[in-house]
């Protein structure tokens, strides 16, 4: 089976520190994604890579930056965060074909207080 | 960004009943997806339909695709108490990695 884990289940953070959100999987996928979930608004991407040191913006990069140094690895930063960006965190893997099925992880709610 | 729409929002049955959710989109496609995400937790997937395809089963669940009127519907038949979580449906944006993902039918089915 393939599986995605993701560091931490539950996160609570201060205002202006700096995040890492760690994402791993197990199928040697080619692609990784990072979504935040908010009530009412669905799932948004915030980046997501389809190789290793290879990164795109997605729709809500703000505030937020990517690391992929190892194919099975990516790491979402939060530079200095704030309080809006509390939310619920999903990294997604795939294989390389554009469109083709999304393994999803368990997921990550952060707090920033 | 090009969000999907489903509908309805929510959606309360009783156990044994069929679900039925519906999905919009807006642009072109090369396949549909749908997910079912369990409160509080990641999402799995359900079913992939190509753009070519019209109509395509899983067990209980049964995909239509209409590409003309871009939309698809999920259909969950004698419905468990076990179905009920919040269902995504998700396309590919014009033939990138990208994913467009609804906003969600949240499905709660009655014992």
């Known amino acids: 089976d393939v599986k995605v884990t993701q560091s931490s289940r539950y996160l609570v953070k201060r205002t202006g520190e700096k995040v890492f959100l760690e994402c791993v999987q197990d199928?040697?996928?080619?692609?990784m994604f990072w979504y935040r979930q908010d009530p009412g608004l669905g799932l948004r991407l915030i980046y997501f890579?389809?190789?290793?040191?290879?990164?795109e913006k997605g729709d809500i990069p703000e505030g937020y930056s990517v690391s992929r140094e190892k194919k099975e690895r990516f790491s979402l930063i939060l530079e200095s965060a704030s309080t809006n960006q509390t939310s619920m965190y999903l990294c997604a893997s795939s294989f390389i074909e554009p469109g083709g099925e999304q393994y999803f992880g368990p997921g990550t709610r952060l707090t920033v207080t | 960004s090009q969000q999907g729409e489903e509908d309805p929002q929510a959606l309360s049955i009783q156990e044994g009943e069929n679900a039925t959710m519906n999905c919009s989109y807006k642009t072109s496609i090369n396949n549909l997806q749908w997910y079912r995400q369990n409160s509080g937790r990641g999402l799995v997937h359900l079913i992939l339909i190509r753009s070519n395809e019209r109509e395509k089963h899983s067990g209980r669940l049964r995909v239509t695709l209409d590409t003309s009127k871009k939309s698809s519907s999920l259909l969950i038949t004698a419905s468990r108490a076990a179905d009920t979580a919040s269902y995504f449906c998700?396309?590919?944006?014009?033939?990138?990695?990208?994913?467009?993902f609804g906003t969600g039918t949240r499905l709660k089915v009655l014992a």
């Open positions: 199928m040697d996928h080619e692609n």
């Open positions: 998700a396309t590919d944006w014009r033939g990138t990695y990208k994913y467009i």
């Open positions: 890579s389809y190789d290793v040191k290879m990164k």
